[in-house]
């Protein structure tokens, strides 16, 4: 996960100029953190609970061409720098599934979280037995 702080307001107010630094990171730990807290409340099973609410927002934005911005995994061809992986980045949703991938500004710590991630991901799949 990598919090797009640069991009998250408050009432139209970056988020940095409302909480102290401090606070922010502790928000971004319980976020990163949400899953397995919900797991460990229901004492079995899983935290299905957001991505079944994520998945039913992209079915009505399907459904209904709504063309809503919405986080999706997408194969990436050279958007934020990456090539060949598919990661999370905001899309555009319609009739066609993904239609846009969607560019937003991102800082340099943010690119370099995002860089990051992506290789995270490759080296994992480099770990998987290859199918024949």
Do not use: H, W
Not at 9 to 34: D, F, S
Not at 77 to 92: F, H, K
């Amino acid at each position: 996960m990598v919090p797009v702080l640069s991009q998250t307001r408050v009432g139209g107010q970056p988020i940095t100029e409302l909480l102290p630094r401090e606070k922010i990171e502790e928000m971004i730990k319980k976020a990163r953190n949400r899953g397995a807290e919900i797991v460990k409340l229901l004492g079995s099973g899983s935290a299905y609970y957001s991505p079944s609410a994520a998945v039913f927002k992209m079915i009505t934005a399907i459904a209904g061409d709504t063309r809503q911005t919405l986080v999706a995994s997408s194969f990436l061809s050279g958007e934020y720098g990456l090539n060949d992986i598919c990661i999370g980045v905001p899309c555009r949703i319609g009739k066609g599934g993904i239609e846009e991938i969607v560019k937003i500004g991102l800082s340099k710590e943010e690119e370099s979280a995002l860089r990051r991630s992506a290789e995270s991901i490759k080296s994992t799949i480099a770990l998987l037995p290859s199918v024949k």
